[in-house]
């Protein structure tokens, strides 16, 4: 298993940026996908990035060219870079770290895009 701690979440204007950052620990980091998920009020929760264990991302199309997802697997930690950001981007951001069997999950970390 993996226990996942996010932050960097907050209030932004439309048109800014946030940087997200999870910290993993209690597994081989190395080996898992890791992806950034989001849950707005009212809707169901979406894949918004992933990174595999291997280097390949993947991306909603919403969010393609704005975000970002990284990953450094000597701190253990993933990140999710997100510029131009828009009202529609609110959510409750979740860290998830997959392999075979293992599906963990962060606490969440809530980002709110209003002027």
């Known amino acids: 298993q993996v226990q996942l701690v996010e932050s960097g979440g907050g209030l932004v204007q439309p048109g800014g940026s946030l940087r997200l950052s999870c910290a993993a620990s209690g597994s081989i980091f190395m080996f898992y996908d890791m992806g950034w998920y989001r849950q707005a009020p009212g809707k169901q929760r979406e894949l918004v990035a992933v990174m595999t264990s291997s280097g390949n991302t993947n991306y909603v199309d919403s969010v393609k060219g704005r975000f970002a997802i990284s990953r450094d697997n000597v701190k253990n930690m993933v990140y999710l870079q997100m510029d131009s950001l828009k009202p529609a981007d609110t959510a409750v951001y979740y860290c998830?770290?997959?392999?075979?069997?293992?599906?963990?999950w962060g606490q969440g970390t809530q980002v709110t895009v209003s002027s």
């Open positions: 998830n770290a997959k392999r075979r069997v293992v599906d963990d």
